[in-house]
């Protein structure tokens, strides 16, 4: 992650404005844990076997898949009704947050709430999360044209029109989804509430989520978002996962801590932390939780002993080679710099081809870029100033490579309208001495990379006394599990 940084700092600035110097609201955050139902439960415990077919391939992925799992989970923490269970849990998502947006509706008379729900979007004719919660509220007493769907706006302009309804009061309670109520709605003046009932996939979804309130334009001091979690379902896992992923990025833009690695987005749980979802034995969940957290450590394990093979490689070998070729070069580079001294002269003659001579650079210049390459080997076509100047063979259409040979070889490519003369001279005058510096940096670099890669061949893996002490506790677990 550090070295993935770099590179993209090559192509961006990174400011984070610190949020306590914005002129934002305090935002008081609480999560409701509601009790699943004895019928949540039990589809839960379905979900678990049906993933433990999927994980041991006893059914066609077109039957049934781990994406699959994962979505019916996500509908069952919001409302047990959505997977085909006709009743309604007494203890649902939707009656607790209505129970919620009716205390602050009551509490703080003209402001206004939004609830975020992705899932269960409105449809007619069938069973949707939306419809219930709006239907709820106006059997708790409060008035239709006080509440309204983000779905309702089909176009740009009535979104905006909505947006300033909610601004003025006139809507009290809002709903919509992330994609449809986050980036671009501005309904925070007077916004109080915030109410999370499902739990997106993004950590960008969650932060659109929070800015639609904690947001400059809003005339509250102190707000409040309350996040909803159905208890042994999967609505923990998916938090805990998105929360984690936001705590990287923040590390990441904010270069505080930042990971050696990060884990790929993936809208599936594992076999693994579906397993711990459906049991309540704590002892099962920390068993599935270190088993991910030592494969991950023996997999950086892993990387660390390939790293280190590699630098084996490179200090008994790469180094040394490198290091010797570049000192070399140097050597040669330094005599070539004294046979440009000694040859030196304002008089100018070439000898090319062995029969053509010249005192004027002109007339050189235009013989030599007519001289025809050849196809398959280097052509000397004259001597110059102590230096064998060569037509290295053909390989490209429209330009070229000359090459000026001493003890090292200074090479320049040109085409039709090149003044070759000006190149050759240019690189006997300066370009020479440039390469020699270009040579004692490179030397001083491998030097100094040397020296380093020997010092961490030294090192051990650094998580080693982790790895060993997970191990472990997960071997004791097993034991335990399989009594």
Known sequence: MAELLTIFKEVADIKVKDIKEMDVPNAVMETISIDASDEQKKYVDGLASRAARIRDGGVDPSEDNMLKVTNEGRKLALDQRLVGIEEENFNSKAKYCVNQVMDIYEKYPGKTQVIFLDLSTPKKGEFNVYDDVKAKLIERGIPEGEIAFIHSAKTNKQKVDLCKKVNEGVIRVLLGSTDKAGTGCNFQKKLIALHDLDCPWRPSDLTQRSGRIIRQGNFN?????????????????????????????????????????????????????????????????????????????????????????????????????????????????????????KYHTDDFHIKVLDKYDFDTRAEANKIIRNIQPSYKNERKIASYQGFDIILDRKLVYSHQTMIIRGNYDYEFEFSGSTNIMYQIDKIIEYGILEELKTFKRRLEFESRKFVTAKTELNCDFPHESELIKKQARLSELNQKLSA
Do not use: H
């Open 221 to 341: 001091k102190e707000v409040y978002i309350y996040r909803y979690v159905t208890k042994n379902t999967f609505d923990s896992y998916l938090w805990q996962t998105v929360e984690n992923k936001q705590r990287y990025i923040g590390q990441i833009l904010s270069e505080e801590n930042i990971p050696r690695r990060m884990e790929e987005d993936d809208l599936t749980l594992s076999f693994a932390e579906i397993k711990a979802a459906a049991c309540g034995n704590p002892l099962i969940k920390e068993q599935m939780e270190l088993t991910q957290q030592v494969k991950r450590l023996k997999m950086q394990k892993n990387n660390f002993l390939n790293q280190y093979y590699e630098l084996e490689s490179y200090i008994s070998k790469i180094a040394p080679n490198r290091i010797e070729q570049y000192k070399k070069n140097i050597e040669n580079i330094e005599k070539d710099i004294e046979v440009a001294k």
